[in-house]
């Protein structure tokens, strides 16, 4: 099985509908710290970072992954160190295998949390 991190994202068009809850849930252990959100149609996932220059440092790398791949999270920074990423394949309403990719990729990205 290849890991999801040496994926390419592929066009949201095209690509058929949103997983139900039980194909996204087999996913999961794939990209530890996630979660599904209570509609179950986004991923999620929380970070607090050592201060504002690493938030924002995380934020551009995580920019460069979504551009890479064109498949593009919300990022809400706030107490200018707390990062909260979220993935939904807009297109379709829900998640599909392109969201799961992208966390993969954020996971293996380097970020200095608070206490590191």
Known sequence: MTALSDKKCRPCEGIGTAYNSSEAKKLMPQIPGWQIT????????EFATKNFSAAVDFVNKIAAIAEDDDH????????????????STHALKGLTENDFIVAAKINEAPVQLKNS
């Open 38 to 45: 209570a509609d179950g149609k986004s991923i999620e996932k």
């Open 72 to 87: 593009h999270p919300d990022i809400h920074l706030t107490n200018y160190r707390k990062l909260k990423i979220v993935l």
